[in-house]
């Protein structure tokens, strides 16, 4: 009788495993928060137009932005093979890049990133609500240990002086 309930928990944590380690994958991503929030389109400040490039970069690869500004990422896959764009801490896009070597079929749906087929487009309405600098990256397999990594600096936004003249 033993063995039964033995080989009964084996099986529901092989069987838990393997759902986590495919298929879909959204949600979990501590660092939300430290990264902003998904903009809305009505509040749209600026396009930034991202190109994905098969020599593993983006260009730009660096992007400047006011706190505060939701931005529209168009991002455009220029190559023959597919590449992504994952807003994130540096922290959390290791992480998460560790865990896509694992499991290269993960699919995206979270709003802060976007995956793009070949010769195609794709876009990313964030708000970038905290200064800083925010990372992002392209976490398919050998395409983030190339250098497909940029950054976006967030500025402070300039406060009113509130002198009258």
């Not at 998904?38 to 991202?50: D, F, L, Q, S």
């Not at 970038?128 to 976006?152: E, Q, S």
Request: charged share 25%; proline share 4%.
């Amino acid at each position: 009788m033993k063995l039964n309930h033995i080989i009964a928990a084996l099986s529901m944590v092989l069987v838990s495993s393997f759902a986590n380690a495919s298929g879909e994958h959204a949600g979990g991503h501590g660092d939300a928060d430290a990264i902003g929030q998904p903009g809305k389109a009505e509040n749209i400040n600026h396009t930034v137009t991202i190109t994905m490039l098969d020599s593993m970069r983006y260009n730009p690869a660096s992007v400047s932005v006011k706190q505060g500004e939701t931005i529209k990422f168009i991002v455009k896959n220029s190559g023959k093979i597919k590449h992504e764009m994952v807003l994130g801490t540096a922290k959390e896009l290791k992480k998460h890049y560790e865990l896509m070597k694992k499991t290269p079929e993960m699919e995206h749906a979270d709003e802060n990133m976007v995956t793009v087929p070949p010769g195609e487009s794709g876009e990313i309405i964030w708000q970038f609500t905290k200064t800083g600098k925010i990372d992002f990256a392209c976490l398919i397999p050998g395409h983030y240990d190339a250098g497909m990594k940029g950054t976006v600096k967030v500025q402070p936004e300039k406060k009113k002086t509130g002198v009258k003249k």
